[in-house]
């Protein structure tokens, strides 16, 4: 980053223990099998987008354990894997495919597309979590 930062987590970086309402959400993806029991999550990021806001093609740190997962909340919008995403406009991206995330679903992400596929979000329509 811009401070020298190398990439990955900056392990001298404390930050907020987890909401209690995320604690719960964690528990019950466990508890219905869509999460592992061996790879409870400890951690979490929080994207809060606005409408026209999109995340860029990426490969997520391998200092995040996987599987890893996205919860979608307040509107539907696409994610787009591939290992060779493409800018095509200001949030708009080609890829391999696309996989609907509707309001309430559970995406887990592991194996090749964790770690080989990139991933991105186009433009979202409305305001998202």
């Known amino acids: 980053d811009r401070k020298g930062n190398p990439p990955g987590i900056i392990r001298t970086f404390v930050s907020d223990p987890i909401p209690e309402l995320f604690k719960v959400m964690i528990k019950r993806l466990v508890r ?4 592992p029991t061996d790879c409870v999550p400890d951690s979490c990021i929080v994207n809060m987008y606005d409408p026209g806001d999109c995340i860029p093609p990426h490969i997520d740190s391998h200092d995040f354990v996987r599987p890893f997962c996205t ?3 307040l509107s539907e919008c696409d994610i787009l894997f591939g290992s060779s995403l493409k800018i095509a406009g200001p949030g708009e991206f080609t890829g391999s495919f696309a996989i609907p995330l ?3 679903s559970v995406l887990v992400i592991n194996g ?7 991933h991105c979000v186009p433009a979202v329509p409305s ?3």
């Open 32 to 35: 219905w099998r869509i999460l």
């Open 127 to 129: 305001k998202r979590l």
């Open 71 to 73: 919860v979608s909340f």
């Open 102 to 104: 509707p309001v309430g």
């Open 112 to 118: 090749n597309g964790a770690d080989v596929a990139k």
